[in-house]
């Protein structure tokens, strides 16, 4: 007995047996647990329902009354017939709005409190239902409506029968109360029926005092035993373990309460729950011995071989892969020994696949960057000296938005693959996108020039993909470990020598300090430019233009400042393309502008009448809400519109330029004067000048600082004055250093010049001082 109860299947089996009497025991308790809570909550969700399905029923037909009377109230005819006092006629009336609402009760009392109609809806000997007068017709009404109106009872009894009635003011002229009239529907064995079907619960109605008086019931009789639990209900309040009662006092008839009962029996309720939980029993009863079954079927098929899997697969587990798992002597261990193996072989193979895809690029199957970092930190360990590159693929994403990123992809594959081609190199890795790494180990610096050319040669020729011919161009960045004692820091530095490649539009870079602190200082104004803007850190300098028809200053231009707290003054070509880059573009010219029209009303009250030029940016143009901006600013800041003059460079209209020319021609239909700045350095040619819907016309400066000395400049200028003229434009000429440039520009009808000659671009004040005592008239405010 004690070598049986040792088994391993009478153990388990043992187990199993008290584990399954214990869950069924448990299960059992909850089920009938539950089925008690579900029983009340069937029992109380029943009643809650039919309650509030009456009390909306009820309310309803109330509502329903008192609004019908408030409006029949108003009826201007019956009020007249009301006030005639025709009876005949005012009964006809007063049945007419009775019918509307199939109302079973109308009555009308005057102020006097006289009943003067009353109509009930009574049966004829043919049983069909007869609007008669009312008993009370004629009599003084039971209630004073004056004095009791707001807490007057919707209870009334007549003849027997109780209605629901609800009456409303009758007004003359405003507020003066005439009389009222009421509607009333009954309360009968028509409504209890009504509201059984709605809630599918037995109704009544009953006046109860010392007895329960049940006058109206759903149904076609109730039994006695039903009688007996109602009366003792609704009399005492006395429940009754048969049935689920309710009962709601609706008011009082002749000081006895009349009130509304419901009643179902318990067993109608929990029927189908009872059903359930019986089924529910009996489950749990046959589950029992076929659990038992089935723990010491289960109890039999397992063996001590089990235990030796066990051994074998914790063996396995210990990283001893070349072990294999012995087959046992039953067709199921021995298919779990060979699932077992099979598991084995996966799992080293899944290993082996983890490893490779954490150190190589799914796309190209190069290394990554954590094989760079493992055999990049090696070699730099044994204090070998190793070289970075950092290789980028240009206009990748061109190609994507383009081609798609499928050609994309085989254009970094076919990439990749002309790297790895290369010879010398230790180590070629894709680091993202389009950016790739090689890796020299022991290089010799002085063959670096002869080893970029190489790149360049094996990497820059075409590639045809479908019959579609794509020139492939890479920019490099490059830095060895003599500059940086990490893998981290030589990385960054070949990252910051490719940045700074790419943004000077270089083929390659080699490391260097000075271009580090370029970039350091370039990051702190990026994030030091909002704050600027935001804190009046900028500045306005003026340069004078002068009217060389008239010899007379007639115009200033703008030109933007930053005046750093610790950098001192920051030049415009410095922080600019920054703010075209960040999208601060419309931020700094809005400012720019602001401040130019303060400054313009400061020379007016000064005595100067002096219109100033501002430079607009392609940011600017793509702006739709920009013109009308400039236009409320202007107007609001009392500025003439022709006192303002924007100035836009080449560069900015011909990169879009069907754009440009349709918003430019929406800036000059709306009155602002237009200059094309810089004109003759863009990508336009003269012949485009026609289209664009400006007035005047800047010639850049590289056009005009030799123009005495380069017979080119002369006939490049001569020939764009003349253009502009034929196409009615003014001209501007900037850049004129010398008397002799200014002479030459007059005898050639140029209308304005502008350079260092004249004026430095200088702050307001002293452009004040400079426009009173420069000798050159000017125009006076």
């Not at 070598?3 to 299947?9: A, E, I, K, S, T």
């Not at 490719?498 to 300090?513: C, E, G, I, P, T």
């Not at 004249?758 to 001082?769: F, H, Q, V, Y």
């Amino acid at each position: 007995m004690l070598q049986f109860m040792n088994r391993l299947q009478t153990r388990i089996f043992a187990f199993f047996v008290l584990l399954l009497i214990t869950v069924q025991a448990f299960s059992f308790w909850m089920a009938y647990y539950s089925y008690e809570k579900l029983e009340q909550q069937q029992l109380a969700n029943r009643m809650a329902v039919a309650e509030k399905v009456f009390r909306s029923e009820f309310e309803t037909r109330s509502y329903y009354l008192n609004v019908f009377a408030e409006t029949a109230a108003k009826d201007f005819g019956l009020k007249e017939i009301f006030i005639d006092g025709d009876t005949k006629s005012f009964l006809l009336a007063l049945n007419n709005h009775r019918k509307r609402i199939n109302a079973n009760m109308a009555i009308a009392v005057s102020k006097e409190g006289k009943v003067i109609g009353q109509l009930l809806l009574k049966e004829n000997n043919k049983g069909k239902l007869r609007p008669v007068k009312g008993p009370e017709q004629g009599q003084t009404f039971r209630y004073l409506l004056a004095d009791n109106m707001a807490n007057l009872s919707q209870l009334y009894e007549l003849d027997g029968n109780v209605y629901q009635l609800r009456f409303a003011e009758i007004t003359s002229g405003g507020s003066s109360v005439i009389g009222w009239i009421g509607f009333g529907y009954l309360i009968d064995s028509t409504l209890a029926n009504d509201l059984q079907q709605q809630t599918g619960l037995s109704t009544g109605f009953s006046i109860s005092g010392q007895q329960a008086n049940i006058f109206a019931y759903s149904g076609l009789e109730i039994k006695q035993n039903v009688k007996n639990a109602l009366s003792s209900f609704l009399t005492t309040g006395t429940e009754n373990p048969d049935y689920l009662l309710w009962r709601q006092s609706l008011g009082k008839i002749q000081r006895n309460d009349l009130y509304a009962y419901m009643y179902v029996p318990r067993a109608d309720v929990l029927q189908a729950l009872q059903k359930q939980w019986w089924r529910q029993f009996w489950l749990v009863l046959l589950m029992l011995p076929l659990s038992m079954f089935v723990a010491f079927a289960i109890s039999g098929s397992i063996t001590r071989p089990i235990m030796r899997l066990i051994e074998q697969a914790k063996f396995i587990a210990q990283g001893n892969y070349d072990f294999k798992v012995k087959s046992s002597s039953t067709l199921e261990l021995a298919q779990l020994a060979h699932e077992l193996n099979e598991m084995q072989s996966a799992i080293v193979s899944r290993e082996n696949k983890i490893v490779h895809q954490a150190f190589h690029d799914p796309l190209t199957n190069l290394s990554n960057r954590n094989e760079l970092d493992r055999k990049a930190e090696e070699w730099l360990k044994n204090n070998e000296h190793v070289v970075v590159c950092l290789i980028n693929i240009r206009r990748l994403t061109d190609v994507n938005l383009t081609l798609g990123h499928v050609v994309g992809d085989e254009v970094i594959k076919e990439v990749g693959n002309r790297l790895l081609s290369i010879e010398g190199t230790d180590l070629v890795c894709r680091l993202s996108g389009d950016e790739f790494a090689i890796v020299y180990r022991d290089f010799d610096l002085t063959q670096l020039q002869s080893e970029i050319y190489k790149l360049q040669n094996q990497v820059s020729h075409s590639y045809c993909y479908h019959d579609l011919h794509l020139d492939l161009q890479i920019t490099l960045g490059l830095s060895c470990s003599k500059n940086g004692k990490t893998l981290e820091d030589i990385i960054q530095q070949a990252n910051t020598a490719l940045q700074f490649a790419k943004s000077h539009k270089q083929d390659y870079q080699v490391y260097d300090k000075q271009i580090d602190q370029h970039s350091l200082e370039r990051f702190q104004l990026v994030n030091a430019l909002k704050s600027a803007i935001e804190n009046d850190q900028l500045v306005l300098f003026y340069q004078p233009k002068l009217c060389l028809k008239f010899n007379k200053v007639k115009q200033v231009e703008a030109l933007v400042r930053w005046q750093h707290p610790e950098k001192g003054m920051i030049p415009p070509d410095v922080f600019i393309p920054i703010a075209e880059k960040t999208g601060q573009m419309n931020s700094l010219t809005r400012w720019v502008l602001q401040e130019a029209i303060n400054q313009y009303h400061i020379w007016k009250s000064q005595g100067l009448e002096l219109s100033i030029a501002v430079n607009i940016s392609a940011a600017n143009l793509k702006d739709p809400d920009f013109c009308q901006w400039l236009l409320d600013t202007v107007e609001y800041n009392n500025m003439p519109v022709d006192a303002l003059t924007l100035e836009i460079t080449e560069d900015a209209v011909v990169e879009d330029i069907d754009s440009a020319i349709m918003q430019l021609k929406h800036w000059r239909d709306k009155g602002l004067k237009l200059s094309i700045d810089d004109f003759g350095t863009g990508y336009s040619s003269l012949g485009q000048l026609k289209e664009l819907p400006v007035h005047e016309v800047k010639i850049d400066r590289s056009f005009v600082q030799h123009l005495m000395n380069n017979k080119e400049d002369q006939i490049i200028v001569k020939s764009t004055l003349e253009l502009a003229h034929n196409l009615q434009l003014t001209v501007v000429a900037e850049g004129v250093e010398d008397k002799d440039t200014l002479i030459w520009l007059a005898d050639h009808k140029c209308e304005m010049a502008q350079g260092y000659y004249l004026s430095r671009p200088i702050p307001s004040l002293e452009l004040t001082d400079w426009v009173l005592n420069s000798g050159f008239d000017y125009v006076k405010a």
